[in-house]
Nanobody
Framework: QVQLVESGGGLVQAGGSLRLSCAAS????????MGWFRQAPGKEREFVAA????????DYDNSVKGRFTISRDIANNTVYLQMNSLKPEDTAVYYC?????????????????WGKGTLVTVST
């Protein structure tokens, strides 16, 4: 059974940093693309970043490009999202997800597996 467990969320001041982790288990993810999505209060869930497990190719939403970095630790089956220069508009529940779809389609297609999310709150 696939499990994606997020951690690392919390309260941070604007301009600060947080690192989110996603521990993945239950299968071999070598053919998967891993993604981070977020959902702010009253808004739809949106794409943040994605990375291919095998080759480490990455994609970012324009709103986080240059501030957030996605990475993966193959040995520990963990995906990270380093978030710097945080803004109040980054406040959201952040979800880790996995899909066998291509990186180029992740942001607009359904994911196969989802975690339960971790809350990030950025104060002014």
């Amino acid at each position: 059974q696939v499990q994606l467990v997020e951690s690392g969320g919390g309260l941070v001041q604007a301009g600060g940093s947080l690192r989110l982790s996603c521990a993945a288990s239950g299968r071999t993810f070598s053919s998967y693309t891993m993604g981070w999505f977020r959902q702010a209060p009253g808004k739809e869930r949106e794409f943040v970043a994605a990375i291919t497990w095998s080759y480490g190719r990455k994609d970012y939403d324009n709103s986080v490009k240059g501030r957030f970095t996605i990475s993966r630790d193959i040995a520990n089956n963990t995906v990270y999202l380093q978030m710097n220069s945080l803004k109040p508009e980054d406040t959201a529940v952040y979800y880790c997800a996995a899909s066998q779809k291509a990186l180029s389609t992740i942001r607009n297609s359904g994911m196969d597996y989802w975690g339960k999310g971790t809350l990030v709150t950025v104060s002014t």
